[in-house]
């Protein structure tokens, strides 16, 4: 079985630039959880998806937006990139929503902001 | 109110030793508390979770103890390995918004051979 998968792995971007993360959860899950590990602290909500919708939003400003596809894929883009974006991204898939409580995380995508 | 406080942030124990990793927190609207085991380089693994209708969970070598009134909860990770070494988030989330989960600070666990 295939786990959640990430692309890309890393990425290196410019202070201004545009980011697009990209995120496949598990098979038969249908809602996708985004978060920001910045190092050395736990990992921080961003986004919750399902069923193409938003589902919530944690305190981040709106130059984070994400999107999430018929086939459950999704999307995380990043505007106007700060230093201060540098960090995981991390993408969970969750089960069952809304009784589900477990979420299952991919590797992360590795953004570095030069 | 929606803070996850964990302790302490590093811990280093000897091979076949007990690991203990406290967390506490304030809303009572938490039901649900995970933990996760991160290695270097790769995203968080579900170890073991627990609802507050439970005061102990144990899954082979590790196990949950859940004390609702103190509003404290704590892995212990028995007859520990260096294969354990690595860092463990201490985790709430609450009924309707299940997608969302709150994460302590981290605690990184060092196992001496």
């Known amino acids: 079985d295939a786990g959640v998968t990430q692309s890309p792995t890393h990425l290196i971007k410019t202070r201004g630039q545009h980011v697009t993360l990209r995120c496949s959860p598990i098979s038969g899950h249908k809602s996708v959880s985004w978060y920001q590990q910045v190092l050395g602290q736990g990992p921080q909500f961003i986004f919750q998806y399902y069923e193409k919708e938003e589902r919530g939003r944690g305190n981040f400003p709106d130059r984070f937006s994400a999107r999430q596809f018929p086939n459950y894929s999704s999307e995380l883009n990043v505007n106007a990139l700060l230093l201060g974006d540098s960090a995981l991204y991390l993408c969970?898939?969750?089960?069952?929503?809304?009784?589900?409580?477990?979420?299952?995380f991919g590797p992360g995508t590795r953004l570095t902001v030069t | 109110q929606q803070q996850v406080k964990q302790s302490p942030q590093s811990l280093i124990v000897q091979k076949g030793g007990i690991s203990i990793i406290n967390c506490a927190y304030e809303?009572?609207?938490?039901?649900?508390f995970p933990w996760y085991q991160q290695f270097p380089g790769k995203g968080p693994a579900l170890l073991i979770a627990?609802?507050?209708?439970?005061s102990e969970k144990k899954e082979g070598r590790f196990t949950i103890s859940f004390n609702k009134s103190a509003k404290q909860f704590s892995l212990h990770i028995m007859d520990s390995q260096p294969g354990d070494s690595a860092t463990y988030f201490c985790a709430a989330s609450m009924a309707g918004n299940t997608g969302k989960l709150i994460f302590g600070q981290g605690t990184t666990l060092q196992v001496k051979p």
């Open positions: 627990i609802r507050p209708d439970v």
């Open positions: 809303n009572t609207a938490f039901d649900y």
């Open positions: 969970a898939s969750i089960p069952r929503v809304p009784i589900s409580y477990e979420q299952y």
